[in-house]
């Protein structure tokens, strides 16, 4: 069982920047492949960005390429998404996700736990 906590969502203004941590129980954190999803009001929820458990694969959403960084610090059992350069279109609950396996994985029902999620909130 991998319990997962989200933090560091708020309110910023676009163009601002954020740093998501999703920190992981259990000991064995190497073994999952990690995954950020959101999810907007009245729409469904969507691949962010996946990272493999040793963090040498990663993969983004054509939607923020270039703007958003999935990272990990398996010593610390927390994977991060820095996110640069946000728009309001990125508000939304994000939410990170873990894999008992060590690959990418881009489809939601790849993922076999899941954190409640943090807002994230941008204005124009």
């Known amino acids: 069982q991998v319990q997962l906590v989200e933090s560091g969502g708020g309110l910023v203004q676009a163009g601002e920047s954020l740093r998501l941590s999703c920190a992981a129980s259990?000991?064995?954190?190497?073994?999952?492949?990690m995954g950020w999803f959101r999810q907007a009001p009245g729409k469904e929820r969507e691949f962010v960005a996946t990272i493999s458990g040793s963090g040498g694969n990663t993969r983004y959403a054509d939607s923020v390429k270039g703007r958003f960084t999935i990272s990990r610090d398996n010593a610390k059992n927390t994977v991060y998404l820095q996110m640069n350069s946000l728009k309001p279109e990125d508000t939304a609950v994000y939410s990170c996700a873990a894999s008992r396996t060590q690959g990418i994985r881009v489809m939601g029902l790849s993922y076999d736990y899941w954190g409640q999620g943090t807002q994230v909130t941008v204005s124009s």
């Open positions: 259990g000991r064995t954190f190497s073994s999952y492949a």
